[in-house]
């Protein structure tokens, strides 16, 4: 698909030689409350500065806004009524019908057909449809495994780690913002004046100012064995750290548990290893369609496409030298 | 429902109103009750959740982001596509003897290149750091990629510049024993600058095509074309500003190609896009600036074409040319940082192509999955 690295083990494809298991977050927000303990955790373990004046933004009760440069968490808040509810139960349940990749092992039915979780012929009637429901998610990077910020980056700084996550290294890298505009998710982000507003009488230095910035999936704490700061402190286990392997096998789990209780709006984020962006490091669980929680629904890493670009940019390059030529051979003197 | 005997006595109630859509309006004091204070209404309004049936976002927000690339980046585009294409006339101009064009256009090539690759240095976020670009080649990054050349071109543009300029003050310049290597070094250096001049052009346009922004992602396979066309008008400009005519015969004939280039290229980008992607190219400030480039574009063709032999007409159809060739790199990269702010530019054209995959049979390649 992409030109580093094939759809699994992208800490092998990077060249890594010892047996790390790729690590991940799944992020089942079917049980996050909306704490938000994981993006003071994120901020404090990463000593990233405010965003902001603490304003109110006006949306539910998020103020934080969106991932960036100083903000490596994210908990979205969507306020939704019961016929919104019915709808996301609606679009998941056609996610079933479709015959959409079942990733992990299947219980019986042969592929292409209809997987065994069909839930046309059994009992739709939900437990519970609320009037009003609240969605809470924590977002976070993705750790893609064909990542385009890693793709484009010129001076080689945001790197595979052995744990197949991706990272930045705030000393090489020299702020040239190319891997801003390949990110699909709009996570990573350039830490300058333009998008931090500091408090006025700020007195110590900013870390890592001028330069790309993400989540590391805490690389620090992972080289001496420890969980990232966010997993950490997750107070209902909504954010689960763990090798990439077993949290998908997880996940898929978790869905068929909600289908079977008639929550057909729970459908997986990232879990496809075939999807645009070679399946992520970390896996959602949400509850309605991406785009509700600011996620694109058809992200695709732009290198993907990249040969063809190279080919245009090479024939426009060769009609600029036919050009020219011309314009010398059929110039009179 | 009555309470008491005087509930008779209640004029009718007004229907509740129900708003669509907009934010919530804040009552004012006046509007709670009747209005005169003659009875009690409801203070705290009905829930009513926004939403617009056909599309939805995170609150308007963002999905992706724009580069922080401002001004200087297009500077340097412009620069950049000014400096390749007076590499190539410069070489045009060695081979069929035309010594003021090649002068000119080696000098021309030398300055252009030399402030973009300052413009290029000053958007970094660490300016200091510039040269960490040089750590690495690395085929999966256009800036990488890029990089290379620019700094190739420059350090031969460098060479054939000083050149030019020794030969222009009677070598004058202080080179000693330098002076018969740089003679030498001309060949292969001008053969250097005319091989690395087409890519320096063109290249940029997978630089910003290479991305997730809108505009640029869905221009992807035309910007290349606009950006050559673009940098064959503005060399051709700059030829005929700088050029007596006698010898601006081909950069008269290349600036022509170059209009109709960008102005083909321009419209078939437009064309092949999603309405929501080619919006910020043709609304807005970058539409406003698209607009003169093409106007300017062609005003200095025609300038070029019927009056490019009068000294005076061809130079100030020069300047339309570059003028053009600088609001064309000014407009696209602002649509494209301009088209990152409105999610629907974002998640409708994704949400189309989704479908349309779907359509065509193809189910497994989506990043929602139902388990």
């Known amino acids: 698909m992409s030109l580093l690295s094939g759809p699994e083990g992208p800490a092998a494809d990077a060249g890594w030689e010892h047996e790390h298991e790729r690590k991940g977050f799944f992020t089942d927000t079917s049980i996050c409350i909306g704490c938000k303990a994981c993006e003071v955790a994120c901020k404090e373990w990463n000593r990233n500065p405010i965003d902001g004046n603490l304003e109110i933004l006006g949306s539910s009760y998020d103020n934080t806004g969106e991932l960036g440069a100083n903000t490596w968490r994210h908990v979205a808040f969507i306020e939704q009524s019961q016929e919104r509810i019915e709808e996301a139960r609606e679009s998941g349940r056609k996610l079933v019908s479709l015959g959409m990749p079942g990733i992990g092992p299947k219980s019986s039915g042969t592929r292409g057909a209809l997987p065994a979780g069909d839930l046309s012929s059994s009992d739709l009637t939900p437990p519970d449809t609320p009037e009003f429901r609240w969605l809470m998610s924590s977002d976070v990077c993705k750790h893609c495994t064909n990542a385009g910020c890693l793709d484009v980056c010129p001076t080689g700084a945001i790197f595979r780690s052995e744990f197949g996550s991706v990272v930045v290294q705030e000393d090489v890298c020299n702020g040239c913002g190319t891997c801003v505009s390949a990110c699909p998710f709009g996570v990573i982000e350039r830490r300058d004046d333009g998008t931090i507003s500091p408090f006025a009488h700020r007195e110590d230095k900013v870390e890592r100012m001028g330069t790309a910035s993400k989540c590391t999936l805490c690389y620090d704490k992972m080289v001496d064995g420890q969980e990232p700061a966010c997993s950490a402190t997750c107070p209902t286990q909504s954010i689960k750290f763990g090798d990439h392997p077993d949290l998908t096998a997880e996940a898929q789990q978790r869905v068929t548990d909600l289908h079977e209780r008639g929550m057909t709006e729970a459908r997986l984020y990232g879990a496809n290893p075939k999807d645009g962006v070679g399946g992520t490091g970390s896996v959602f669980l949400l509850l309605d369609e991406p785009e509700v929680y600011g996620l694109p629904p058809d992200p695709q890493v732009p290198t993907k496409s990249l040969p063809q670009t190279y080919a245009t940019a090479g024939i426009a390059a060769a009609g600029m030298i036919a050009a020219v030529a011309l314009s010398f051979l059929g110039s009179r003197r | ?371």
């Open chain 2, 1 to 371: 429902m009555s309470i008491t005997d005087f509930d008779a006595d209640r004029p009718p109630q007004p229907p509740r109103r129900r708003r669509r859509g907009g934010g919530r309006r804040r009552r004012s004091l006046n509007e709670v009750g009747m209005g005169d204070g003659s009875r009690e209404g409801a203070v705290v309004e009905d829930v009513e959740f926004t939403r617009s049936d056909e599309f939805d976002s995170y609150y308007g927000r963002p999905v992706v982001k724009a580069p922080p690339w401002k001004g200087p980046i297009a500077i340097y585009l412009f620069l950049g596509g000014v400096a390749a294409g007076s590499g190539m006339l410069a070489f045009g101009a060695q081979c069929t003897d035309r010594p003021v064009l090649r002068r000119n256009a080696r000098l021309t090539a030398l300055g252009t290149v030399g402030l973009g690759t300052l413009a290029l240095i000053e958007d970094l976020g660490r300016p200091e750091r510039f040269l960490n670009m040089m750590r690495t080649v690395k085929v999966t990054s256009p800036m990488s990629l890029g990089t290379w050349i620019v700094g190739g071109f420059a350090s031969f543009s460098g060479v054939l510049g000083a050149l030019e300029v020794d030969r222009m003050t009677g070598q004058r310049l202080p080179l000693g024993v330098l002076r018969p290597l740089l003679g030498a070094a001309e060949v292969p250096a001008a053969l250097a600058q005319v091989a690395l001049a087409p890519v320096l052009a063109s290249y940029t346009g997978a630089l910003l095509g290479n991305s997730v922004v809108p505009t640029w992602e869905a221009g992807r396979g035309h910007l290349s074309y606009l950006f050559v066309s673009s940098a064959s008008l503005a060399a051709g400009g700059a030829a005929m500003v700088t050029s007596p005519v006698a010898e601006t015969g081909p950069a008269r004939l290349l600036a022509t190609a170059g209009v109709v280039g960008d102005v083909v290229s321009m419209n078939r980008m437009k064309e092949s896009m999603h309405p929501l992607e080619a919006e910020p190219l043709e609304t807005g400030r970058p539409g406003t600036m698209l607009k003169w480039a093409e106007r300017l574009a062609i005003a200095g063709g025609i300038g070029t074409v019927l009056g490019g032999r009068n000294r005076w007409i061809a130079a100030a159809s020069g300047a339309a040319l570059l003028t053009s060739s600088a609001l064309t790199r000014f407009g696209v990269l602002h649509a494209g940082l301009e088209s990152v702010k409105d999610p629907r530019r974002v998640i409708e054209p994704q949400k189309a192509r989704l479908a349309a995959r779907r359509a065509s049979g193809i189910t497994d390649d989506s990043i929602s999955t139902s388990g």
